[in-house]
């Protein structure tokens, strides 16, 4: 009898360029599966956009992982899909992460028909983003131009880019990567200019936190280290209690087994940040991510907060 595994995932050129990803993985570690992909429309897919309540900072990125999980907990998939940059902190109740492949480049970079950096746009210029953590940064590195927000799937945000609608635009490095389109990145961000998004170029495989049979499959595609690094990158989110516009970045790196972080959180309009370094034990991941929020919180990161707050971000 042949063992079919469901996935479940949005249904971008992105989302299924992943998923099918992961099927081939599963399929390449545990010959004798086959591999069926379902595609589930999220609320955030239908443009239901509602900002992040305050008493719920993540309800904005469940609006994109939502239905998928709940399929997941019904047993209408048997494992999720997601980029982790969109997953909440923590998973719902009764699921988990379960493995995670080899991380994709976790830099921003900038496209552009006209200018080869951003430092070349001249004042008055647009640049499109929606991101408020792009958009804080960015103003750091060119105070001159305009920045408004951009919607779509990559290929979209491209086009608008290319009619002129934008003189440029920032996008995530993994998503022009894993579709081919790195050639249209002009310019690619250090981590000294712009910090990513936590989980930025990481494919989160998600499960029921009781299924044995998927932890054992998912065991042979898992990457300790993006792993390690992806528990990091969360727990500093979750301490920091941030949603999908928190304008905060981090980086992470393995060697000789200590992690080595750095964080950022950004005032809304970008004329206030504070930076923090830490370094910890590799196999406590987590505890480096909140020892390096919570120096952020002590350097002046709750007064950050307290105007993301009132500004409503």
């Known amino acids: 009898m042949v063992d079919t595994i469901r996935i479940g995932t949005r249904g971008s050129d992105l989302a299924l360029y992943q998923a099918n990803l992961i099927s081939s993985l599963i ?3 545990s010959p004798g599966h086959t591999v069926e992909i379902i595609v589930i429309k999220t609320s955030g897919d239908e443009g239901n956009r509602q900002p992040a309540s305050l008493e719920d900072p993540f309800e904005t990125k469940r609006m994109f992982t939502r239905e998928i999980e709940q399929a997941l907990l019904d047993g209408e998939v048997d494992l999720a899909v997601h980029s982790a940059k969109d997953m909440a902190v923590p998973c719902p109740e009764g699921l988990k992460i379960a493995a ?3 991380r994709e480049d976790p830099r921003d970079c900038f496209a552009s028909g006209q ?3 951003i430092s070349q746009m001249p004042e008055g210029a647009v640049l499109g983003t929606s991101s408020l953590r792009r958009k804080t940064q960015a103003a750091r590195l060119n105070p001159k131009v305009v920045i408004r927000d951009i919607r779509g799937n990559v290929g979209t945000r491209l086009r608008k880019c290319r009619e002129g609608q934008y003189d440029g635009i920032i996008l995530a490095a993994a998503g022009m990567k894993r579709l081919g389109l790195e050639h249209e990145a ?3 961000f250090s981590p000294q200019q712009m910090l990513p998004a936590p989980g930025q170029g990481i494919i989160a495989v998600q499960i029921r936190e009781d299924d044995l049979r998927m932890d054992e499959i998912l065991s042979g595609i898992n990457h300790p280290e993006t792993f390690i690094r992806l528990e990091c990158e969360r727990a500093f989110l979750k301490k920091l209690e941030g ?7 981090i980086v992470t790196e393995l060697v000789s087994g200590k992690i080595f972080v750095k964080g950022i959180l950004l005032s809304p309009l970008g004329n206030r940040w504070v930076e923090a370094e830490y370094q910890g034990d590799a196999q406590n991941a987590q505890e480096a991510g909140l020892k390096l929020a919570e120096l952020i919180l002590e350097k002046g990161g709750r007064d950050i907060l307290e105007d993301l707050k009132r500004s409503g971000s």
């Open 27 to 29: 399929q390449k570690n």
């Open 100 to 102: 995670t492949p080899v």
């Open 115 to 117: 200018y080869h950096s």
């Open 186 to 188: 002009v310019e690619f």
């Open 243 to 249: 949603g999908c516009q928190l304008p905060c970045g």
